[in-house]
Nanobody, 123 residues
Framework: VQLQASGGGLVQAGGSLRLSCTASKRTSSNNAVGWFRQAPGKERVFVAA????????VYADSVKGRFTISRDNSKNIVYLQMNNLKHEDTAVYYC?????????????????WGQGTEVTVSS
Protein backbone atom coordinates (compact mmCIF):
# COMPACT_ATOMS: atom_id res chain seq x y z
CA VAL A 1 0.00 0.00 0.00
CA GLN A 2 1.35 3.40 -0.95
CA LEU A 3 0.08 6.51 0.77
CA GLN A 4 0.12 10.04 -0.58
CA ALA A 5 -0.37 12.87 1.88
CA SER A 6 -1.25 16.28 0.50
CA GLY A 7 -2.82 19.59 1.42
CA GLY A 8 -0.08 21.12 3.49
CA GLY A 9 1.07 24.68 3.11
CA LEU A 10 1.60 28.02 4.76
CA VAL A 11 -1.29 29.49 6.72
CA GLN A 12 -1.71 32.23 9.28
CA ALA A 13 -2.60 31.44 12.86
CA GLY A 14 -6.34 30.99 13.17
CA GLY A 15 -6.63 29.69 9.64
CA SER A 16 -7.59 26.27 8.32
CA LEU A 17 -6.18 23.54 6.14
CA ARG A 18 -7.47 20.18 5.04
CA LEU A 19 -4.98 17.38 4.62
CA SER A 20 -5.73 14.36 2.47
CA CYS A 21 -4.25 10.90 2.60
CA THR A 22 -4.86 8.80 -0.48
CA ALA A 23 -4.12 5.10 -0.51
CA SER A 24 -3.11 3.22 -3.61
CA LYS A 25 -5.18 0.16 -2.76
CA ARG A 26 -8.49 -0.66 -1.11
CA THR A 27 -6.61 -2.52 1.59
CA SER A 28 -6.77 0.59 3.71
CA SER A 29 -10.55 0.46 3.86
CA ASN A 30 -10.28 -2.45 6.33
CA ASN A 31 -7.71 -0.76 8.52
CA ALA A 32 -7.55 2.19 10.82
CA VAL A 33 -5.76 5.25 9.52
CA GLY A 34 -3.86 7.71 11.64
CA TRP A 35 -2.19 11.06 11.33
CA PHE A 36 1.06 11.86 13.10
CA ARG A 37 3.25 14.94 12.98
CA GLN A 38 6.87 15.80 13.53
CA ALA A 39 7.93 19.30 14.38
CA PRO A 40 11.51 20.43 13.66
CA GLY A 41 13.90 18.92 16.16
CA LYS A 42 11.19 16.88 17.86
CA GLU A 43 9.93 13.32 17.79
CA ARG A 44 6.98 12.24 15.74
CA VAL A 45 3.77 12.32 17.75
CA PHE A 46 0.22 11.12 17.35
CA VAL A 47 -2.44 13.55 16.11
CA ALA A 48 -5.62 11.65 15.24
CA ALA A 49 -6.88 8.30 14.07
CA UNK A 50 -10.05 6.75 12.69
CA UNK A 51 -11.33 3.21 12.65
CA UNK A 52 -11.87 1.44 9.37
CA UNK A 53 -15.62 2.06 9.35
CA UNK A 54 -15.15 5.59 10.60
CA UNK A 55 -17.28 5.08 13.68
CA UNK A 56 -14.46 5.53 16.13
CA UNK A 57 -12.06 8.45 16.24
CA VAL A 58 -9.39 9.50 18.68
CA TYR A 59 -7.46 12.73 19.01
CA ALA A 60 -4.43 14.04 20.79
CA ASP A 61 -5.41 16.46 23.54
CA SER A 62 -3.55 19.25 21.77
CA VAL A 63 -5.88 19.14 18.75
CA LYS A 64 -9.23 18.17 20.27
CA GLY A 65 -11.97 20.54 19.22
CA ARG A 66 -9.87 21.95 16.37
CA PHE A 67 -9.06 18.98 14.15
CA THR A 68 -11.48 16.49 12.62
CA ILE A 69 -10.52 13.23 10.98
CA SER A 70 -12.84 11.55 8.49
CA ARG A 71 -12.62 8.99 5.72
CA ASP A 72 -14.25 8.10 2.43
CA ASN A 73 -13.56 4.44 1.85
CA SER A 74 -15.12 4.54 -1.61
CA LYS A 75 -12.30 6.85 -2.64
CA ASN A 76 -9.56 5.44 -0.36
CA ILE A 77 -9.09 8.88 1.18
CA VAL A 78 -8.74 10.01 4.77
CA TYR A 79 -9.02 13.68 5.61
CA LEU A 80 -7.71 15.78 8.45
CA GLN A 81 -9.56 19.06 8.72
CA MET A 82 -7.52 21.48 10.77
CA ASN A 83 -9.19 24.62 12.07
CA ASN A 84 -7.99 27.42 14.31
CA LEU A 85 -4.40 26.53 13.55
CA LYS A 86 -1.71 27.59 15.96
CA HIS A 87 1.99 28.18 15.46
CA GLU A 88 2.70 25.03 17.47
CA ASP A 89 0.85 22.98 14.84
CA THR A 90 3.77 23.62 12.48
CA ALA A 91 5.16 20.23 11.49
CA VAL A 92 5.41 17.63 8.80
CA TYR A 93 2.22 15.59 8.90
CA TYR A 94 2.26 11.88 8.09
CA CYS A 95 -0.61 9.51 7.49
CA UNK A 96 -0.33 5.84 8.20
CA UNK A 97 -2.38 2.69 7.79
CA UNK A 98 -2.91 0.62 10.90
CA UNK A 99 -2.13 -3.04 11.38
CA UNK A 100 -5.78 -3.57 12.26
CA UNK A 101 -9.10 -1.82 12.43
CA UNK A 102 -8.54 -0.20 15.84
CA UNK A 103 -7.40 3.46 15.79
CA UNK A 104 -4.23 3.24 17.82
CA UNK A 105 -2.08 6.09 19.05
CA UNK A 106 1.42 4.67 18.80
CA UNK A 107 3.79 4.27 15.86
CA UNK A 108 4.04 0.52 16.29
CA UNK A 109 0.32 0.13 15.58
CA UNK A 110 0.84 1.35 12.02
CA UNK A 111 2.43 -0.51 9.17
CA UNK A 112 2.37 1.73 6.08
CA TRP A 113 3.45 5.37 6.11
CA GLY A 114 3.13 8.20 3.62
CA GLN A 115 5.91 10.64 2.78
CA GLY A 116 4.50 13.56 4.75
CA THR A 117 3.14 16.98 3.93
CA GLU A 118 4.48 20.13 5.51
CA VAL A 119 2.29 22.52 7.44
CA THR A 120 3.61 25.90 8.49
CA VAL A 121 1.53 28.19 10.67
CA SER A 122 2.74 31.74 10.93
CA SER A 123 2.06 33.57 14.17
Amino acid sequence: VQLQASGGGLVQAGGSLRLSCTASKRTSSNNAVGWFRQAPGKERVFVAAISWRGGSTVYADSVKGRFTISRDNSKNIVYLQMNNLKHEDTAVYYCAVGRGSYPGQTDREYIYWGQGTEVTVSS
